[in-house]
């Protein structure tokens, strides 16, 4: 049976500071409320990390910091997808030498329109120039964002190149038919399937997945940890109702500044809100909306241990 | 009357080892024989040159490499624009403090669908984190590869707050109507538009552009550069048309491998065909084909002082 790290896994947010630095303390009391609170890990620099947005430099301090403050990195995968391989490699390296539990690697996401062999020749490169038995690479697919994608015909070509290596995928497509067909093909060979979509969280477990990496996490990991513990029971799928319909609320702001906002009321801290460039803070006039709208859906509001916000 | 760098730019093409590092001699002296061989100035570190698929560090060394062996800064745009902020704001304030002409910046080119608030924000903050007048930022607008674009009202908003440091643009757009508009509406005031398609630039140069910024000019920069002294006369319409010949033989090929091949073919360096992950070289099987239509079309073959190669 592998060991490899699988469940309820946040994105994690990171909180940065007014001149657009990382808040390392703010950053770090959210990863540990996150372990705490409902996660079986956390995504480091993932996308609603706001991952690409930090240098390598700015990236590999946060987790030293992280490990140091007494984070178990065996908790923690970590984004080292850039577009330059050196980049790329030296973040991979980083994580693996410090403990990681695994990678989450983007595709070189610059130019479009990538052939399987230039990818396969970019992955095969980071592989080897990683070069490390302990290393578990997962494939980050978000073709929404990233536009490039990984192709059926590639998974197979690098999980038979580098057997148990390249461990698994986030499945950001946002198209249940697709998360479907990867569980299906994949995950009885032992190559661990992420859906990010919690609205099919039961439906993917139910065949397979290996749990659920969501942005939502950083406030509903709770609520998605008893449907991960319990999807065999009829229950679950009145949980499922509720993050269905949470969901959709999320659907009419954006992501990220919504969800920096609800954890700046949580914490009261309303340096919270703050985004790095490009993206910006929800804007003051939305956040009474978004709140309003979560609550009548039957949002599961976090709280901090001894302290109620409702 | 402006001092700032003007004409035929090339994106020269960096060359690489087989371990995927700058090969730093070849790059030099390619920079070299473009400087002398028709262009007025180079792009470092553009699209054509692989520039997101080196580390800032990478980047950092060549720019300083090439300034102490003798190019003149005050002939160089450098790429700059990354996803970090932080990374953006180190690289062009090392183009700057080299004394390199200008950066061209991508917007950051991760997250999609953004908002013109946030990359004010953006360059606002890059420019201010720089902060030193000295800077010449030329926006690198190139939607089919970043995604991401520059509005006109973006334009004109960082002109009206940064005027004389928002100097001009780079549209590799690939489409005239969008080129003429911007040489319409900017280049009267001093805001400097190179069209990136080599086939635009007679009709570009007739209403106002700067010159022209085309991968294609690492291998054709003399005839451009006939065209851009000579626009006035009606012989240029004959040379354009040559242009335009050899342009449609460049699509039926991946640009910058082609590109390579041909610098490979013209130094006797079969390394020079070498390409960075994802980009793979030109398939051997490609090359006769291309070389031979190129030499169809009318194709002035590059050649090196005192050698002749065809």
Redesign the interface.
């Known amino acids: 049976m592998s060991t490899n790290l699988r469940g309820i896994l946040a994105p994690a947010l990171t909180a940065v500071t007014d001149n ?1 630095q990382i808040h390392k303390e703010r950053t770090l009391a959210h990863f540990e409320w996150l372990l705490g609170d409902g996660c079986d890990g956390l995504l480091v620099f993932g ?1 609603t990390s706001e991952g ?5 430099a ?1 990236r590999r301090r946060l987790l030293e910091d992280a490990v140091d403050a007494g984070i178990n990195p065996q908790k923690l995968f970590v984004g080292t997808g850039c ?5 790329s490699i ?1 973040l991979t390296k980083h994580a693996v030498q410090i403990g990681c539990a695994g990678v989450l690697t983007l ?6 329109e ?2 399987d ?3 396969f ?2 992955f095969a ?1 980071l592989i080897e120039g990683v070069s490390n038995d302990r290393l578990r690479l997962y494939l980050y697919h978000i073709p ?4 490039v994608h990984f192709s059926f015909p590639l998974i197979e070509r690098l999980i038979a190149h580098y057997p148990g290596v390249v461990a698994g995928i986030k499945d950001s497509s946002g198209d249940w038919e697709h998360t479907r067909q990867l569980i299906e093909r994949f995950a009885k060979r032992g190559f661990d399937v992420f859906p990010a979509d919690e609205c099919t969280l039961l439906a993917a477990l139910r065949i397979g997945a290996a749990g659920c990496i969501s942005g939502t996490a950083n406030v509903s990991a709770r609520l998605f940890q008893t449907i991960y513990t319990s999807w065999q029971i009829a229950e679950a799928e009145v949980w499922q109702t509720v993050v269905n319909k949470v969901r959709q609320v999320f659907l009419g702001y954006p992501r990220i500044p919504a969800l920096k906002a609800i954890i700046a009321r949580m914490r009261g801290e309303s340096a919270w809100k703050n985004m ?5 803070p929800l804007p003051e006039s939305e956040r009474a909306g978004l709140f309003e709208q979560l609550t009548d859906a039957g949002f599961d509001w976090p709280a901090l241990r001894g302290r109620e916000l409702l």
């Open positions: 657009f996308t690409n947005s930090f240098s390598v700015e577009c330059a391989l050196s980049d030296e595709p070189p996401f610059y130019y479009k990538l052939s062999d230039g990818l020749q970019y490169s929404p964002i990233a536009v790095q460039p490009p993206l910006l």
